[in-house]
């Protein structure tokens, strides 16, 4: 019998926070014993914008995201930490070239309405993904599935996909290339298993309370729209013993600072985010609260390589990239714990050594007097300044830091840059056809916890390479990556890619994106990762304090 | 006889909402389409493929009039038909399930502005240049001045995080969850109203006919109840109109800040995420609501202000 405390939380006596304390958190074989335990295990989480629906193979965007992922479940699925684990699958076989997946379903597993989940359900549903018809905007996750491209095309039937059930419990996948990372693309919710009974019954309102059958650790309850999503636990979950929280609610909240208020009016226990301009605030008032962490994510902006200035102007580039001072971006400007970055793979991203770029062991001042040789050498000069635009889309932030690395470029190199805000929509209209954009803003949120979703984005063909990059080395080392098998060497490969990238510069990269969200300290059971993939299934909430003392209520406990 | 004029103008106004609201969809239609950018771009671009089954989908793909035409028959229905956006959500559910939201605080907003900014308004007209005026229209100048993104966050923190009174946001139908919407909805209209009422009133009691009653020596108070008021509310009763279509179709600010969910919001997220069909439903909605309040505003006008319906009656 192994007792045990958490390490987290308990922060300093008295701390100036007004919010109820937690009682000391229990463990008992991994599990908080229960007389630590809340009376009532609700947990209330602020979600950003009302999600976009709740059907996982129409889904896109963060708030959907963190619903659907408490509602369903995949052959695989996240634990607390990031890792892919065992979901709806148990185990699985991947064949000797990495070509072939065999997934042996879980017995137990079952509907939210008692039903078996068998391998057919996955078979129906990872069609139902791929098929035209039901435009799914995430098909292109489904890529690396035998003939998935053509059937999402409509070139081939469904049948023709690389899916197919060979017992009631075993299913096949067959893959068109090893894709190392294709076990985290089966955790997302583009390959989630739907209810087919269902979904024929009642079509567009599949996913409404009443209607939706899920296999995940809650089902759906009840469905307000833009006030609330209550999710209750599902008893035919194969894991529902473990599962602690009764209730989930998520709140749409879209204005940061109305979350900030609800949470400090203790109507909330997790936020979806904090007001990027409180940090300060935050940090002071709400220490044990406050969470920062890494998220999959580069910031930075691009480079149109198709538009002059930037023809074959690499010198002219590498003193833009080198002449702002990323420390003072993010210590003074973003203020948000961002992390400066010169490189592109953000860090946290499972097995890789980014390819760091020489000019980070050099001081700001080094790298700004290598910036106006190069400036000088590209032809610019005090007389005959550079004259450019900064594009980006409407935000405070963006506007924040276009307007510090307009100010560094002068300051440093005599360069004249002005800035132009535009429309979401117009901006990326006009970002994509390259013929207006000088420098903008750019940015990426990894799909999956791999550098390939970086690195992909510089290939001569991929739709978000509005830098025109191209590089012939680059497009043959990508090829080579995604039909490589040993980690070791797909690792140096892409490490290659990364450097290559950099090298050239058709981007300026400024820093790594952190999730910032206040968490209420009594919530336990939850860990950071970089996918910033919060499943309320392994969370509990703790009793809290007893306000009057302020110390710890004493818990019987027999280690303690 | 009265009567039958009112009808009569009724009607007359009704046929002309008929080519109002064709013209109001069409150049809405097209308008949303010339904006650019499609519903379906975001960061992430979609493969062509994949495009293009979402753009079959909504019938994106058709030539831009044959789309125009579709729209009209499935208006002609009354199917506003799916959002892009709430993709599991058709337009006539999202209206449907937002606008009671929307209407409830609107309206109650709107009787609290009208009831507490008439008070305000004949008060101070009666004291004109008293203290109480002075402090009235002070209040009424600060209740117009200080935008609502300005009163309702210090509301929440002052009422909701100090006090814990109320709660912050949030919606459940319940009152505590209306107080603070509908004050924030109101101070600028009670603002508006009292001022309004004020002038009209001193303009009223400075008329020849009320000089005349309180010349026979009829008590103040009957002279402004009986023949004062009505006349003294005809500019507040016009302003109501549009000001009832405002509150009640929802505030974007007043949404966002309380996290409500009405129909303001979709309004401003439709046209930004270029969900044309909500946009357009949201654009009918709209049009047919203040079509119709200013008809009832025209009606209550020709009731309370004879004047007008002498001249329409000949």
Known sequence: MAVSCDGQGDGPEGGRSSRPQPVEDVLLDGRPIPSVLADEQVLIRGNGEEPQTLDPHLAEG????????????????????????????????????????????????????????????????????????????????????????????????????????LDRFTLQITLTDPTPYFLNLLAHPSLYPVHRASLEAHGRQFSRPGNLVSNGAYMLEEWAIRSHIGLVKNPNYHGADDVILERVRYLPIEDQSTELKTFRAGELHWTYEVPNNQFKWLRENYPDELVVSPWLGSYFFGFNLLREPFIDSPDLRRALVLAIDRDVLTDKVTQFGELPSYNLVPPGVTDYEPAIPDYVSWTQEEREA????????????????????????????????????????????????????????????????????????????????????????????????????????????????????????????????????????????????????????????????????HYSRGMYILKARSASSGRAKPVDVGGE | MIQEDIVRHGISRLVGLVPTLLMLITIAFFLIRVAPGGPFDSEKPLPPEIRANLDAKYHLDEPLIQ??????????????????????????ELIARGFPVSLTIGALAMVLAFVLGTLIGITAALRQNSWVDYGAMGFAMLG???????????????????????????WDWSIQRMVLPVITLALPVIAYIARLTRGSMIEVLHSNYIRTARSKGLPKRIVIRR??????????????GPATAGLITGSVIVEQIYSIPGIGSYFVQGALNRDYTLVMGVVIFYGVIIIVLNFIVDMLYAWLNPRIRYDEGR
């Open chain 1, 62 to 165: 963060v708030p959907s995201g963190h619903i659907l992922r408490d509602l369903f479940e995949g052959l695989t699925t996240e634990a607390p930490d990031g890792r892919i684990i065992p979901g709806a699958a148990s185990r699985w076989n991947i064949s000797a070239d990495g070509l072939t997946y065999t997934f042996y379903l879980r017995r137990d597993g079952a509907w939210s309405n008692g039903d078996a989940l068998t391998a057919e359900d996955f078979v129906f549903s990872i069609r139902r993904s791929a098929d035209p018809v039901t435009a799914s905007n995430y098909g292109n996750m489904l890529y690396p599935i035998a003939n998935a491209r053509e059937v999402l095309s409509g070139e081939l039937p469904t049948d023709a996909l690389g899916v197919t059930s």
């Open chain 1, 370 to 533: 290598e910036a106006r040789r190069l400036y000088a050498l590209a032809g610019y000069s005090a007389e005959k300044p550079l004259r450019v635009e900064i594009r980006y889309n409407t935000s405070e932030n963006h506007k924040k830091v276009a307007l510090a690395i307009a100010s560094m470029w002068k300051q440093v190199l005599g360069a004249i840059a002005t800035l132009v805000n535009e429309e979401w929509k117009v901006f990326l209209q006009n970002r994509d056809q390259q013929v207006v954009t000088q420098v903008f803003r750019a940015g990426w949120i990894g799909d999956y916890n791999d550098p390939h979703t970086f690195l992909s984005l510089f290939h001569s063909d991929h739709g978000l390479n509005d830098y025109g990059y191209s590089n012939s080395t680059v497009d043959a080392l990508l090829q080579e990556i995604s039909s490589e098998r040993i980690p070791g060497r797909r690792q140096r490969m892409m490490q290659e890619t990364e450097r290559i990238i950099i090298e050239d510069d058709p981007i300026l990269l400024v820093y790594a994106y952190v999730t910032r969200r206040l968490v209420d300290s009594r919530v336990r059971g939850w860990q950071d990762n970089v996918m910033d993939h």
């Open chain 2, 67 to 92: 789309q125009y035409f579709r729209y009209l028959g499935q208006i002609l229905v009354l199917d506003f038909g799916p959002s892009y956006q709430y993709k599991d959500w058709t337009v006539n």
């Open chain 2, 144 to 170: 117009m001045s200080i935008p609502n993104f300005v009163i309702a966050p210090a509301l929440i923190l002052l009422l909701a995080v100090n006090a814990g009174w109320l709660p912050a946001g949030g």
């Open chain 2, 227 to 240: 023949h004062a008021l009505k006349p003294a509310l005809l500019p507040v009763i016009s302003y109501m």
